[in-house]
């Protein structure tokens, strides 16, 4: 399979017992889930694990993991400075072709929300320091 622009052979990724075996063994932060992305830019020279910063349901995001099974998501409610995020493993679920695409659409709205937001910004303060030279 091509994930992201790589050839990936799925029997040599984690299963998602494996990944969340390693989270609970660890403590369940993204530290832990550093065996992981390292074992994965080892093999394919790339890192293939994603963070989806946006609410997922009720938590505040999660990290999507490439596994033999599919697509493992793990959400996080809880950083810190050390360890960044607190994963919970119990919540942890194969994402369907749906909820994929669900992800995607949240991700474009709030990409095209923040790019307005940022345009107007950018509109006003221009203005301002327009004004202020003169």
């Known amino acids: 399979m091509i994930f992201d622009g790589v050839q990936i052979d799925p029997e040599q990724l ?41 609410m997922v349901g009720d938590d505040l995001g999660a990290v999507l993991v490439p596994v033999q099974e599919g697509f493992l998501s793990i959400a996080f409610n809880e950083m810190n400075r050390d360890e960044y995020e607190v994963f919970e493993p119990e919540k942890a ?14 991700w474009n709205s709030y990409s095209r929300g923040l790019r307005t937001a940022l345009e107007s910004m950018w509109q006003i303060q221009a203005g301002r320091e327009t004004e202020n030279k003169s």
């Open 14 to 54: 984690f299963t998602q017992q494996e990944v969340l075996n390693i989270l609970k063994k660890g403590g369940g932060t993204d530290r832990n889930l550093a065996v992981v992305r390292q074992k994965y830019d080892e093999k394919f020279g790339y890192e293939l694990i994603w963070r989806y910063p946006l």
């Open 93 to 106: 679920f194969l994402l369907s072709a749906d909820e994929i695409q669900h992800l995607k659409d949240e």
